[in-house]
């Protein structure tokens, strides 16, 4: 199985790591828990589980760095400065880790997006936000209302379209018929330990509600009471739904 790194720079001067593996195959963004790095999924046994469809070239992975520690992390900010931050990252992944999986997969390629926890959200994010890019977004235990994190201050335009809860609740016209056509989105959440209270629990059914009334075609799979917010779940969930996923 192929493995490497790269380092990317964007216009604006933020750089990260992409983890790259496999050789061939559908290209998938993996976006790491919050805070997390590039090497994550390897590290906790995610590219292990899907080890066979990389290297049967049904599948390659492009795992990024997060930039939570200057956005949605940064807790001494108001919310509505961390989602400006947010848009560092943005042109990040679209100026720069776009152009290289397409570099590196071939411009065809339709690129889906994949995360867990505070991955799955920007999963969901970046595939609401820039569906032509990216058609398909699987979410593992996502809370994918911004408003309810540890948030302050009053609350502009950036938060807003940065929030799926708020902007996906207002989608209309021939956007929203579009969107039906284009997108295929995944939801998984159990209900074991953390998920409720990393707001998974309530956000992911509340999601899954919404596409429902907007017609977005979706999946909504909720795991038992023995299913917590951690990597041994998430492999399982992986393990379960990847391979429909990679028509």
Sequence with gaps: MRHYSVQLEASN???????????????????PTEGGNAWEWAANGMVDTVQPLIEAGRLKLYCVDSFDAGTWSAHHLPLEDRARMHAGYETWILESVVPHVRDDSGDEAAIATIGCSLG???????????????????????NYDPGTWNGWGERGDAVYFNNPADYVAHLHGEHLDWLRQRLSILLVCGQGQWEDTTGALASTPRMAELL????????YDLWGADTPHDWPSWRAQLAKHIDAYLL
């Design 13 to 31: 001067g933020a750089s990260g790591t992409v983890a790259v593996h496999g050789h061939y195959g559908r290209p998938l963004i993996v976006f």
């Design 120 to 142: 799955a959200y920007h999963a969901l994010n970046f595939a609401f936000k820039r569906a032509d890019l990216f058609p398909a977004a699987l979410c593992f235990s996502g």
């Design 212 to 219: 429902a009334v907007k017609g977005i075609r979706h999946e």
